[in-house]
């Protein structure tokens, strides 16, 4: 990226800080929730929310909505009480589950796990713990990061037993306990460990321990072919346009995604955490210690434990928070115990920024400054290839990208980058990637995306520059590895 001149610089910062004067000014004589409220209409005004919302401020819920549609083809809005699935939020149940059965004297964290799966192979089995699966220190490969995963192992239905087979017998990519990195092979099997600890299903097991209990009536594990009252719809954005999620059988997300839920319901589990109705205090506590850095901030049992910083010296608050991915939806629960404060987002239109959300919601808690949303440059400049042609698209985005109109996301200029090379526009595909490279210097996915598209234009050279930088910047891209071993060969 070029450098900035001083002059440039200068400008910059006064126009950032007649913004943020400007937003300060906006939110005086407003309430929390009416500034909640503006912030969350202009982000589904610019289609960067389709989803539910529920915040609690000091315990009390001050703000929950729906916005956009629960089904799209028969109009059907998004509620409070509409469910949605949560991908990796239900590692917190998970979690929770496994915690309990300590407490019940079943399992022990520090076991191996072969103790509660003699089937498991001994080599791994007898040095990976169950507070190694917990705090992703296990070494196990990540099962959805598999070359095969899309294509092969996600439509299908597995047991647990019959998918745990599936990554078992594979090597260890480091030794347990030596570093953090997400494994949803993992949670998978802490599902597993939990049906044979306990002699139920997940299911029935997570049902009778958390869901009763708390009276979550509208909280579950979700099957496709299960007729579920007020059940969102899944879609992906491409462009300004939606589709239906891609399927996914939800056998293979299991114990690491496969609940369903609301923003009323996500309320009361927050609520019961502050409690020790679920979990004596002790057992209860372990779920939030950092055990291992992980990113930013570190990782819990199931939670990521971050500071946010608002801008002041020794002003920081502890987060405890998770997100959550899965076919046509991204979710997440933000909690600041110390406050009681709850931020839950639950989109069903796939990608959306809720972090970015998140944290202007939690700087209006504490009436700190923060960010209105921008429109996005990659879906409005790809309008203008489509309409105009590369040039006049690069034209655009050069105008455009230091505007204080539009914002450079990465995923959203990836998938802008997708929808060219998928209508066969492959030239105009590579800048686009090639923009977001520059944008994204330190993205193993700008590059592999690159690499692709060169690939399809048939430069095998410069798709193979780029696949290697993508696996230099991403250790963990399998697919990239496996695309440079096959265009590699002589």
């Known amino acids: 990226m070029k450098q900035r001149s001083k002059d440039f610089a200068v400008k910059t910062i006064l126009i950032a800080l007649f913004i943020q004067l400007a937003t300060v000014a906006v939110s005086i004589g407003q309430t929390k929730t009416e500034q909640i409220d503006k912030l969350m209409n202009l982000y589904s005004d610019y289609g960067q929310f389709n989803g539910s919302i529920l915040v609690a401020d000091a315990g009390k819920v001050i703000y929950k909505k729906g916005f956009g549609m629960a089904n799209m083809e028969w109009n059907i809005p998004n509620q409070p009480d509409t469910k949605h699935r949560l991908g990796s939020v239900t590692k917190q149940f998970t979690s929770m589950l496994i915690l309990q059965l300590v407490e019940q004297g079943k399992l022990k964290l520090d076991a191996p796990i072969a103790t509660y799966l003699p089937d498991y192979p001994k080599a791994s089995g007898d040095r990976i713990t169950i507070h190694h699966l917990l705090t992703h220190t296990s070494g196990i490969p990540n099962y959805t990061s598999f070359p095969n995963f899309v294509k092969e192992l996600s439509i299908n239905p597995y047991s647990p037993e019959a998918f745990v087979k599936k990554f078992a017998d594979l090597p260890l990519e480091f030794t347990p306990g ?4 997400y494994s949803n092979s993992g949670y998978f099997l802490l599902g597993y460990i939990i049906e044979k600890a306990s002699g139920k299903t997940y299911e029935q097991f997570l049902q009778d321990n958390i869901l009763t209990p708390l009276k979550m009536t509208n909280t579950g594990f979700d099957h496709h072919e299960t007729i579920l009252k007020n059940r969102a719809s899944g879609y ?14 939800l056998s293979i997300p299991y114990a690491a995604g496969s609940l369903y839920s609301t923003v009323n319901d996500l309320y009361l589990w927050d609520q019961a ?17 950092s055990y ?56 069903n239109s796939g990608g959306a920024k809720l972090n970015e959300m998140n944290t202007a919601i939690r700087n209006i808690l504490y009436n700190k400054p923060y960010n209105m949303p ?117």
Do not use: C
Request: proline share 3%; no cysteine.
């Open 178 to 181: 030596e570093k953090f990195a």
């Open 273 to 289: 955490l502050y409690t020790e109705q679920l979990l004596s205090k002790k057992n209860k506590d372990l779920l939030f210690n």
């Open 292 to 347: 291992i850095p992980a990113g930013p901030g570190h990782y819990g049992y199931g939670w990521f434990i971050n500071k946010a910083f608002n801008g002041e010296k020794n002003d920081s608050l502890t987060v405890v928070e998770h997100g959550g991915g899965i076919n046509g939806f991204n979710t997440l629960v933000s909690r600041i115990p110390s406050d009681k404060n709850l931020v839950v987002l639950l989109n």
């Open 236 to 249: 992906e954005k491409n462009g300004k346009n939606y589709l239906n999620a891609s399927y996914l059988d």
């Open 374 to 490: 921008k429109k996005s440059l990659a879906i409005a400049f790809v309008d203008v290839i489509l309409e105009k042609g590369i040039a006049a698209g690069l034209t655009y985005f050069k105008e455009n990208k230091n505007s204080n109109t539009y914002a450079i996301n990465e995923n959203e200029m990836n998938s802008a980058g997708y929808q060219l090379l998928q209508t066969g526009k492959i030239k105009e595909a590579i800048e686009v990637f090639k923009l977001n490279v520059e944008a994204f210097p330190q993205s193993g996915n700008a590059y592999d995306s690159l690499g692709e598209a060169y690939l399809k234009n048939g430069d095998k050279k410069l798709a193979i520059i780029n696949y290697k930088k993508s696996v230099e910047l991403d250790p963990n891209n399998a697919n990239g590895k496996k695309v440079l071993d096959e265009i590699s060969k002589p």
